[in-house]
Nanobody, 119 residues
Framework: QVQLVESGGGLVQAGGSLRLSCAAS????????MGWFRQAPGKEREFLAA????????SYADSVKGRFTISRDNAKNTVYLQMNSLKPEETAVYYC????????????WGQGTQVTVSS
């Protein structure tokens, strides 16, 4: 049974930083791509960043490029999202997700972690 557990959310002032973690378990993720998303109240879910577990190749949404960094620790089966220069409008629930590399849709989702950016 696949489990993705996010942590690291909280309250931060505008311009501050947070690092989110996603602990993955339940299978081998070698052929998987891990992604981070967020959803603010009343808004659609937004893709932020993704990383291939095997080779570490990454992609980012334009809105976070240069401020957010996705990384993974194979030994700990954990994916991270380092977020810098946070803005109040980035207040949202942040989710970790996983999909097989060649698939389009994400199969597994975490429960989410709240990030609140105060002005």
């Amino acid at each position: 049974q696949v489990q993705l557990v996010e942590s690291g959310g909280g309250l931060v002032q505008a311009g501050g930083s947070l690092r989110l973690s996603c602990a993955a378990s339940g299978r081998t993720f070698t052929n998987y791509r891990m992604g981070w998303f967020r959803q603010a109240p009343g808004k659609e879910r937004e893709f932020l960043a993704a990383i291939n577990w095997s080779d570490g190749s990454t992609s980012y949404a334009d809105s976070v490029k240069g401020r957010f960094t996705i990384s993974r620790d194979n030994a700990k089966n954990t994916v991270y999202l380092q977020m810098n220069s946070l803005k109040p409008e980035e207040t949202a629930v942040y989710y970790c997700a996983a999909r097989v590399v060649f698939k389009r849709d994400y199969d597994y989702w975490g429960q989410g972690t709240q990030v609140t950016v105060s002005s």
